[in-house]
């Protein structure tokens, strides 16, 4: 049997020094757990722009579409800022969405307990929290028709169209109820079904798989406005939302933030099952290039790593893995080692991206 595939697209600023990191952890599975990846490395955004004059080329979408799953860094940076809206860094990643069809957007927001002091919410509030955030990504607002500013008498006026077909409301509520039955088994689906007839729709849907093909796991419906409420009152009654592209948007970084920094959140972003059933797959971190320290070794490669982790976990099915890579990170925080993002108590001397990645393989062999 061939080793599972990874393609690593680094991409620019602190992309490639976090990523950096996220190989040398690759390397640690293959020599100390016998888990072995096939990886390959390519460019995207800016870096791919200045190479190919595309922010991702032909080929590397191919290999995207071929590998078991693809890790990105970041993309986008000032150099890029005055390229054409079609050539920009962030044209890459939208095309690996688009064309590998990612659906669903998997957010995790854990609160390290290390960390429970950085969220701006009480720390009984946040401490222990772990839920998780699937979002639509490639329909509803933002993608429906029409679209546009029009003229309209003696003015004009700008149009959005929030649509939704049941298929498509089908398939990220099967992968709610999937990744629910991996965790809590909950799963709170929210829209605005009082005010909106997607939102109807989305309700019924969402109940009639529940009732077909998950009737064990638990189900509630909630409006999305009072869900973000209930985000900041109560975080830690849910286990797995489910939710369309806009509000999807804007819970996730509600959720996201209730526990701290950006150099901390992973994401994942899945497709359709393949033949062999594993999701076609992309794996970041939320952050994005940070050019206001690209270059200078002061990068947090947590949430590379983390995105990383669930590639095991939702790619490769290697959920105790995951979960020991989880808990390697958990102990460094623990221990007191912080990135220049993490600082926040007196007296702590940062470490480097390399310092982070050094004590969480060391944690790593800790764990054998
Ligand atoms: P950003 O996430 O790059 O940075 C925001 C702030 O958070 C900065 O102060 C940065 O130093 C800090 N930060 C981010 N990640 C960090 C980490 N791992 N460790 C320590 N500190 C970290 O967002 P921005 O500044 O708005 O955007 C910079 C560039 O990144 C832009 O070109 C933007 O378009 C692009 N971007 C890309 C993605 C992506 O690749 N998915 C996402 C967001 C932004």
Redesign the pocket.
Known sequence: MSNPSLLILA?????PE?MTEVKRVIDWFGAKRDLAFDVEEDLV?GAAYDKHGTPLHDDTMAKALQVDAVL???????K??ALDFSV???RG?LRLRKEMDLFSNLRPAQCFDALADFSSLKKDIVAGLDIMIVRELTSGVYFGEPRGIFEEGNERVGINTQRYTESEIDRVARSAFELARRRGNKVCSMEKANVMESGILWREVVQKVHDTDYPDVELTHMYADNGAMQLVRAPKQFDVIVTDNLFGDILSDCAAMLTG????LPSASLGAPNADGRPKALY??????????AGQG???????ILSFAMALRYSFDQGDEAARLEAAVEKVLADGVR???LLGEEGVTPVS?TGMGDAILAALDASL
């Not at 991409?11 to 992309?15: S, T, V």
């Not at 970041?284 to 320290?293: F, L, M, N, T």
Request: overall charge negative; glycine content about 20%; proline content about 11%.
């Open positions: 991409g620019d600023g602190i992309g976090v955004g990105l860094g970041a993309v986008g940076g000032p890029y800022d920009k860094p962030e990643l920094s950006l150099g901390m970041e971190p939320v952050h994005g290039s940070a050019p206001d320290i002061k990068a947090n490669p947590i949430a590379c990135t220049a993002d991206t």
